[in-house]
């Protein structure tokens, strides 16, 4: 584990108290959300107040089994990014982050395919999941002719790490396929829904995510699933068989409740025969790459450095 720009220690911490500070000017997000905080979410950008930026470089597609995907095209493409994105698997969308997409394809070279993935509590688990799944085929037949290239990678924020860990999982155990996918990006991911120490001891704090939140949207995930239920590998990837898998770039910050999540998976990871490189930053609470932070600025250029040379 490396502990990551503590020299922006204070400014981390300041914006989290800032957030904190303004939490009572925002609707509490408790056990389960209701309808109106969940149209509230679905509505705004991740993070934000303000509906999200759609870019004329997005180009939205259906694929296999019906699966929507938006898609960023560079002039020039070394590979082709798999993007699940985050939203506790009840709100986020594949055109929530155009800008940030867009940029990343354009830096890294690489043909970005963000899964328009079916939403809880409507589509409860397995919907979400086979809606990636079949994404993740889609790109093994397809992307050389699609694309040009066969290298591909794959990754996620909070709930899309959880979702990239389990679609290739379900690559190798369904179809047998093993390094078709060469790198996993995984941000901020929970990977045990049963709940990790660090999850439990969380507490109320009113930062991005807390103990209350997550629980909250494990149950509109996996409704009526007990703890011991929501421990099986299908669905807590935490739990799984992890050999086959591909070399992985895992981030926390320290005030996540998520963090013994990446902590323990990265132990997991890397002890079934793939390297993982391991970041942990000074101060940072969930999610947070959604906010204007220095932070924020270097982990993408970490981001994008990692996407850039895996798997050639």
Same mark, same amino acid.
């Given at each position: 584990m490396t502990i990551t720009d503590e020299d922006c220690l204070a400014e981390t911490m300041a914006f989290n108290e800032q957030f904190e500070a303004t939490a009572a000017n925002r609707p509490a997000r408790g056990r389960a959300p209701d309808a109106t905080m969940l149209a509230l979410l679905r509505r705004n950008r991740l993070g934000g107040h303000t509906p999200p930026v759609r870019l004329p470089q997005g180009q939205d597609r259906v694929v296999a089994g019906g699966v929507g @995907?938006? $898609?960023? !095209?560079?002039?020039?493409v070394d590979g082709v990014y798999l993007h699940l994105h985050g939203g506790g698997w009840a709100f986020g969308s594949a055109g929530g982050q155009d800008e940030r997409l867009w940029r990343l394809a354009v830096q890294a070279r690489l043909a970005v395919v963000s899964v328009e993935y079916r939403l809880a509590p409507e589509h409860p688990f397995p919907a979400g999941p086979d809606d990636c799944e079949a994404a993740a085929r889609w790109l093994v037949d397809h992307a050389a002719a699609e694309f040009g290239t066969g290298r591909l990678l794959i990754g996620g924020e909070s709930a899309g790490a959880h979702l990239s860990a389990l679609t290739l999982l379900r690559l190798r155990d369904r179809h047998h396929i093993t390094g078709a996918f060469r790198a996993a990006q995984l941000l901020f991911g929970p990977y045990d829904l049963s709940m990790t120490p660090s999850q439990r001891s969380f507490g109320p704090r009113r930062l991005l995510s807390?103990?209350? *939140?997550?629980?909250? *949207?494990?149950? &509109?995930?996996?409704? =009526? $699933?007990?703890?011991? /239920?929501?421990?099986?590998?299908?669905? *807590?990837? &935490?739990? #799984?068989? %992890?050999?086959? !898998?591909p070399p992985a770039r895992m981030v926390v910050g320290t005030e996540d409740p998520l963090l013994?999540? *990446?902590? +323990? &998976?990265?132990?997991?990871? /890397?002890?079934a025969g793939a390297p993982v490189q391991l970041g @942990? @930053? #000074?101060? #940072? $609470?969930? =999610? +947070?790459? %959604?906010?204007? %932070?220095?932070i924020t600025e270097r982990e993408q250029a970490r981001e994008r450095e990692f996407l850039t040379a895996e798997g050639r």
């Open positions: @995907v938006r $898609m960023f !095209l560079p002039d020039e807390n103990t209350d *939140s997550l629980h909250g *949207s494990y149950e &509109l995930f996996t409704p =009526g $699933m007990r703890a011991e /239920q929501r421990r099986d590998p299908e669905v *807590s990837p &935490l739990f #799984a068989d %992890l050999t086959g !898998l013994d999540d *990446s902590l +323990f &998976l990265a132990q997991r990871w /890397q002890a @942990v @930053v #000074a101060g #940072a $609470m969930h =999610g +947070f790459t %959604l906010f204007p %932070l220095t």
